[in-house]
């Protein structure tokens, strides 16, 4: 918490009309995806560092664990953080840490370690991010807010994917270094990373723009274990909110699959299309078309009241994802893809909108989205724990789509048989 007098010198305007609400929603959309998009493009590039140093097939589950870790940790800490500082600075800040991330797999030290410290930046921007919404806007425009945050995310992990997947593809990145005249020793994967960095600086100089809002931003507390403490009976209120507790188990779930498939398309385009990991990682785009697509109609077509009532297009997700084993096209895998892609939007979107309108009102926003994160990301972290040690197992590809695809489908459907018809027990 020691980070408002070092950045003391950081200048913003503030929020004093509708037009520079707008200013600084469209800058908050800027960051944001210059952040995702560094995000996304540096795991393929991460992912291509341990190919060049023989890591075994089972780190690259880990690596992403390595990542998330922070999330799961620092959890009582960051709400706090992102609540007693503007939004914008949290997310300045935050980016800064994920660029030092990328100096250290520069500086050659073990990949693992230096995707956490990117990690450690992004757990401490995440609360900010989607918090910072809640502070511009109302709520009948949460909805609304969220598919264009989430759109724009999405639209990064697409830019992100080939971006990554381009720079790390040797014969490419190799014409790039000679173009540029580079000791030929740098490898695809470092001038990724080093491509990275500089997006990364982009997001950043956005933040500096983030005009701040009418809200008084003090810590709760300096002491640790107050935070702890704060944390827990945070999540204790959430999940005992009857419409916290849902959207907070559906987001749960999704962002566990959701980080797991990804990882599951790499291995399967390996496997049924032949792909290299550089082509792997662009197909991966699709996914994220689809969600954009999702978003996009679960905006127009979803009320945030109503939001409990897409739950069945999360099993339906879930079985969607089983059809993956037989297909052997490019083509029928880009279709499949983009269907996962488009039920994941919506029916995620509504619901994180929901959860976040929920834990707005319960206890602030960046401390019910350190709850959400903190339980999102053991969802993670279990499942990319399964997910490692079926490779350590040597499980084929299909039957680890199996696994995923029926675990989906059958907690979904138990999630709606708990709560598809009990949205009223709770008032939005």
């Given at each position: 918490?020691?980070?408002?007098?070092?950045?003391?010198?950081?200048?913003?305007?503030s929020?004093?009309?509708?037009?520079?609400?707008?200013r600084?929603?469209?800058?908050?959309?800027?960051?944001?995806?210059?952040?995702?998009?560094?995000?996304?493009?540096?795991?393929?590039?991460?992912?291509?560092l341990?190919?060049?140093?023989?890591?075994?097939?089972?780190?690259?589950?880990?690596?992403?664990?390595?990542?998330?870790?922070?999330?799961?940790?620092?959890?009582?800490?960051?709400?706090?953080?992102?609540?007693?500082?503007?939004?914008?600075?949290?997310?300045?800040?935050?980016?800064?840490?994920?660029?030092?991330?990328?100096?250290?797999?520069?500086?050659?030290?073990?990949?693992?370690?230096a995707?956490?410290?990117?990690?450690?930046?992004?757990?401490?921007?995440?609360?900010?991010?989607?918090?910072?919404?809640?502070?511009?806007?109302?709520?009948?425009?949460l909805?609304w807010?969220?598919?264009?945050?989430?759109?724009?995310?999405?639209?990064?992990?697409?830019?992100?994917?080939?971006?990554?997947?381009?720079?790390?593809?040797?014969?490419?990145?190799?014409?790039?270094?000679?173009?540029?005249?580079?000791?030929?020793?740098?490898?695809?994967?470092?001038?990724?990373?080093?491509?990275?960095?500089?997006?990364?600086?982009?997001?950043?100089?956005?933040?500096?723009?983030?005009?701040?809002?009418?809200?008084?931003?003090k810590?709760?507390?300096?002491?640790?274990?107050?935070?702890?403490?704060?944390?827990?009976?945070?999540?204790?209120?959430?999940?005992?909110?009857?419409?916290?507790?849902?959207?907070?188990?559906?987001?749960?779930?999704?962002?566990?699959?959701?980080?797991?498939?990804?990882?599951?398309?790499?291995?399967?385009?390996?496997?049924?299309?032949?792909?290299?990991?550089?082509?792997?990682a662009?197909?991966?785009?699709?996914?994220?078309?689809?969600?954009?697509?999702?978003?996009?109609?679960?905006?127009?077509?979803?009320?945030?009241?109503?939001?409990?009532?897409?739950?069945?297009?999360?099993?339906?997700m879930?079985?969607?994802?089983?059809?993956?084993?037989?297909?052997?096209?490019?083509?029928?895998?880009?279709?499949?893809?983009?269907?996962?892609?488009?039920?994941?939007?919506?029916?995620v979107?509504?619901?994180?909108?929901?959860?976040?309108?929920?834990?707005?009102?319960?206890?602030?926003?960046?401390?019910?989205?350190?709850?959400?994160?903190?339980?999102?990301?053991?969802?993670?972290?279990?499942?990319?724990?399964?997910?490692?040690?079926?490779e350590?197992?040597?499980?084929s590809?299909?039957?680890?789509?199996?696994?995923?695809?029926?675990?989906?489908?059958g907690?979904?459907?138990?999630?709606?048989?708990?709560?598809?018809?009990?949205?009223?027990?709770g008032?939005?």
């Amino acid at each position: 918490m020691i980070a408002a007098p070092i950045f003391s010198c950081y200048k913003t305007p503030s929020i004093n009309h509708t037009n520079n609400v707008k200013r600084g929603f469209y800058t908050i959309l800027a960051a944001q995806f210059f952040s995702a998009l560094a995000d996304n493009a540096l795991l393929f590039a991460a992912i291509a560092l341990l190919k060049q140093v023989h890591a075994p097939a089972w780190h690259t589950p880990v690596l992403q664990q390595a990542f998330i870790v922070s999330f799961i940790l620092l959890a009582p800490f960051v709400g706090a953080f992102a609540d007693s500082l503007p939004k914008g600075r949290v997310m300045f800040i935050s980016n800064g840490i994920k660029m030092a991330g990328c100096l250290a797999m520069l500086a050659g030290i073990n990949p693992l370690l230096a995707y956490g410290l990117a990690g450690f930046g992004a757990a401490a921007y995440s609360p900010a991010k989607y918090g910072i919404l809640t502070e511009f806007l109302p709520p009948d425009k949460l909805v609304w807010a969220n598919s264009w945050m989430e759109g724009l995310t999405v639209a990064a992990i697409i830019f992100g994917a080939v971006v990554g997947g381009v720079l790390i593809t040797p014969s490419i990145a190799h014409s790039v270094l000679q173009q540029l005249q580079v000791p030929a020793q740098v490898t695809p994967a470092e001038l990724a990373i080093f491509v990275i960095f500089f997006i990364y600086l982009l997001a950043a100089i956005f933040n500096l723009y983030i005009p701040l809002v009418a809200i008084e931003h003090k810590p709760l507390s300096r002491n640790p274990a107050f935070l702890v403490k704060d944390f827990a009976h945070c999540f204790r209120l959430l999940w005992k909110d009857p419409l916290g507790q849902v959207s907070l188990a559906v987001t749960t779930l999704f962002w566990g699959a959701g980080a797991t498939l990804r990882l599951l398309v790499l291995a399967w385009a390996a496997v049924a299309l032949h792909y290299s990991i550089g082509d792997a990682a662009k197909l991966t785009a699709w996914v994220a078309v689809g969600i954009a697509l999702g978003s996009i109609l679960a905006a127009r077509f979803v009320k945030l009241e109503h939001a409990v009532n897409v739950i069945p297009v999360g099993i339906a997700m879930g079985l969607v994802v089983l059809m993956m084993i037989p297909v052997s096209s490019p083509l029928l895998a880009i279709v499949l893809l983009i269907t996962i892609g488009a039920l994941g939007g919506f029916f995620v979107v509504p619901m994180n909108a929901l959860l976040q309108h929920r834990g707005h009102l319960l206890m602030g926003a960046g401390r019910s989205i350190a709850v959400q994160n903190f339980n999102e990301n053991i969802s993670i972290f279990l499942m990319l724990g399964l997910y490692a040690l079926m490779e350590k197992l040597d499980f084929s590809v299909n039957a680890i789509i199996l696994v995923f695809g029926m675990l989906m489908a059958g907690i979904m459907s138990l999630l709606y048989k708990k709560h598809g018809h009990d949205q009223d027990s709770g008032k939005i």
